[in-house]
């Protein structure tokens, strides 16, 4: 379980807010990562 984020964006990431610094495909990746980490099945379609 992800308690803390040291970065901004990728809490907005996480949160399923859009970043403006990133493009939408490395933040799909992201999100898809942080649920990884996290223990939760994510879909990226």
């Given at each position: 379980?992800?308690?803390a984020f040291t970065s901004r964006e990728t809490q907005r990431?996480?949160?399923?807010?859009?970043?403006?610094?990133?493009?939408?495909?490395?933040?799909?990746?992201?999100?898809?990562?942080?649920a990884m980490i996290d223990g939760r099945t994510f879909s990226t379609t």
């Open positions: 379980m992800i308690m990431i996480w949160e399923g807010r859009r970043s403006r610094k990133l493009p939408p495909d490395i933040q799909r990746r992201a999100l898809a990562t942080l």
